[in-house]
C-alpha cells in the first residue's frame, strides 16, 4: 500500500508510517544512500543512526517517522492534524497501522477527534489478518476495519493492499475528502502476513498449509 498511496499525495504533504516503514520511506523520495546508513547505525543516516530499521523517519521530506508503540502514531496524527488545520495548511496526513492497532484505545479516540474536528488525516489500516500472533477474526466481530468508520460519520472503504492502483484510487479520492475540509477517512488495505512477525517467530498461530494457500 505505501507505493499506491504515496503516489496520491503532493510532495510536501505528509506521511507517520509503522515501525519498519522501509516501503513508506522509498516512496516518499528518500535517499537510499542515507537509509542504509541509517539501518547500520551510522551518524550520516536520517536520524543519525538512532532510529535504525524500526523508527527511520525524514522530517524536511515530509516523514515523520514511526512509534515502537502498537497504535501509538494514532493520536500522534490527530496532533499534527490539528497542527495543520490551525496554521491553515493545504497539507494533509497519512497515518498508517496495523489491523492489530485497531483494537487500540487510542484508536477509537483519535479517530473521534478526528472526525469532530474535522481534522485532514487519512487514516490507513494495512491489514495482513494478524496483530502479533492473533488471527483478527478472533479479536475483531467484524469482517472489515473500515466498517468501523461509521461510528465516527466518516467515510470508510477496504480495498485489495496487494493492487496498487485499487490503493491509489482510494486514498487520492480520500485525499480530496480531507483537503477540501471535510476531514478524515479510514481505508483499509487488505494484504497478508508473508512472513513472520519477526525473524524469531515460528508461525506456530498458523499452519504452514495456510500459507502456502496464501502464496
Not at 162 to 189: M, Q, T, W
Request: hydrophobic share 40%; aromatic share 8%; charged share 20%.
Amino acid at each position: 500500500s505505501p507505493i499506491g498511496s504515496i503516489a496520491a499525495i503532493e510532495p510536501n504533504d505528509l506521511i507517520l508510517h509503522h515501525h519498519r516503514g522501509h516501503g513508506h520511506t522509498i516512496a516518499k523520495g528518500a535517499d537510499l544512500v542515507l537509509m542504509m546508513a541509517e539501518f547500520l547505525g551510522k551518524e550520516p543516516g536520517y536520524c543519525k543512526g538512532h532510529g535504525g530499521s524500526m523508527h527511520i523517519a525524514d522530517i524536511p521530506g515530509g516523514n515523520l517517522g514511526a512509534t515502537g508503540i502498537v497504535g501509538g502514531g494514532i493520536p500522534v496524527a490527530v496532533g499534527i492534524g490539528l497542527a495543520l488545520q490551525m496554521r491553515k495548511s493545504s497539507q494533509i496526513l497519512l497515518c498508517y497501522f496495523g489491523d492489530g492497532a485497531s483494537n487500540e484505545g487510542s484508536f477509537h479516540e483519535a479517530l473521534n477527534m478526528a472526525s469532530v474536528w474535522d481534522l485532514p488525516i487519512v487514516f490507513i489500516c494495512d491489514n495482513n489478518q494478524y496483530g502479533m500472533s492473533m488471527a483478527i477474526e478472533k479479536v475483531t466481530n467484524i469482517k472489515y476495519v473500515s466498517e468501523r468508520a461509521c461510528a465516527y460519520n466518516i467515510p470508510g472503504m477496504t480495498v485489495d493492499g496487494n493492487d496498487v492502483f485499487a490503493v491509489y484510487a482510494a486514498i487520492k479520492k480520500a485525499v480530496a475528502h480531507a483537503r477540501s475540509g471535510k476531514g478524515p477517512s479510514l481505508v483499509e488495505c487488505l494484504t497478508y502476513r508473508w512472513r513472520g512477525h519477526s525473524k524469531s517467530d515460528r508461525n506456530l498461530y498458523r499452519t504452514q498449509e495456510e500459507i502456502k494457500l496464501r502464496y
